[in-house]
């Protein structure tokens, strides 16, 4: 099988039957909200609403100076 295109990133992944849905949590990952499905307490976060790069990048980023 063709693995979907990875629009969001599994922080915990469980089988679910067919309850998949999506509670928003109080965590952030990658400067991205954490949602969690309440029938089988997968994780994830969208791609899209990423705004820190991953933690695991070689090359960090100055923060970006918006006027103080
Ligand atoms: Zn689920």
Same mark, same amino acid.
């Given at each position: 099988m063709v693995p979907m295109p990875p629009r969001a990133r599994y922080l915990v992944s469980n089988p679910c039957e067919d309850a998949c849905g999506t509670i928003t949590t109080d965590r952030t990952a990658e400067g991205a909200p954490v949602y969690r499905c309440p029938g089988c307490d997968s994780e994830w976060i969208e791609l =899209? @609403?990423?705004? @820190?790069? =991953?933690?695991?990048?070689?090359t960090p980023t100055p923060p970006p100076t918006e006027g103080t």
């Open positions: =899209a @609403e990423r705004t @820190e790069p =991953a933690p695991d990048a070689s």
